[in-house]
């Protein structure tokens, strides 16, 4: 079975510009997470959905950043205009959805994609 | 609100050597803990976890953790080292009425060496 798809790998780009991040979560997965990894740091959370609904995105930066599951499955994070400190990776996750709040249901994470701003 | 603290950014071992990578967390509920490997340009792996069962947990690749309540603490181990251990191990925290079970909190890591 294939895991969690990101693409692209490797991001290179100058400030200002923007820049879209792209994942496919494992098939059958209803919930998906884009997480935030700074050099040194561990994963900090973005946005969780939920199908199509984003149910945790509090931690979302909405100035600049911007999120899509737009039929339940794939998703895109977009960044505009990308800053110096963005450049981090990052990291997309799925899991099957339980019982929400109650129970614990395991994330499978994605390579991820390094962006670097110029 | 949770946290998560790793002590020690590096930890350096010899293969065949005993493993300890230290996790301390803050939770105000009884939390569910973690911990992830990351292998270079990979994604995190689950390697165990503590759901309020057994206290001991076992993991994979010989990988065990135990829930200390008193302590807070959820210390990772592997009784002898393997040059494929090294890796970043990330700790990890959740729990109920802060985000669910499935809102994770990292720690910041620990990077894991192991030498001949």
């Known amino acids: 079975e294939a895991g969690v798809v990101q693409s692209p790998r490797y991001k290179i780009i100058e400030k200002k510009q923007p820049v879209a991040f792209w994942c496919n979560p494992i098939?059958?997965?209803?919930?998906l997470y884009w997480y935030l990894q700074n050099l040194g740091q561990g994963p900090e959370l973005l946005i969780r959905?939920?199908?199509?609904?984003?149910?945790?995105d509090s931690q979302l930066p909405k100035d600049r950043f911007s999120a899509e599951r737009l039929k339940g499955v794939d998703s895109t994070l977009k960044i505009q205009p990308a800053e110096l400190g963005d450049s981090a990776v990052y990291l997309c996750?799925?899991?099957?959805?339980?019982?929400?709040?109650?129970?614990?249901?395991?994330?499978?994470f994605g390579p991820g994609t390094r962006l670097t701003v110029l | 609100a949770q946290s998560v603290t790793q002590l020690g950014s590096h930890v350096s071992v010899s293969e065949g050597a005993l493993v300890l990578l230290r996790c301390n967390y803050s939770?105000?509920?009884?939390?569910?803990l973690f911990w992830y490997v990351q292998y270079p340009n990979q994604g995190l792996q689950l390697l165990l976890k503590?759901?309020?069962?057994?206290?001991l947990v076992k993991g994979i690749n010989g990988f065990e953790a135990e829930f200390k309540k008193s302590e807070t603490s959820f210390h990772l181990t592997k009784p002898s080292a393997h040059m494929s251990d090294a890796a970043e191990y990330f700790c990890a925290v959740s729990a109920p009425f802060s985000g669910g079970y499935n809102k994770l909190i990292f720690g910041a890591g620990t990077r894991l060496a192991v030498h001949p």
């Open positions: 098939s059958g997965h209803n919930t």
């Open positions: 996750a799925s899991s099957p959805t339980g019982l929400a709040g109650s129970s614990y249901n395991e994330q499978f």
């Open positions: 939770s105000s509920v009884p939390p569910y």
């Open positions: 503590y759901t309020s069962a057994a206290t």
């Open positions: 959905y939920e199908n199509e609904e984003a149910v945790d």
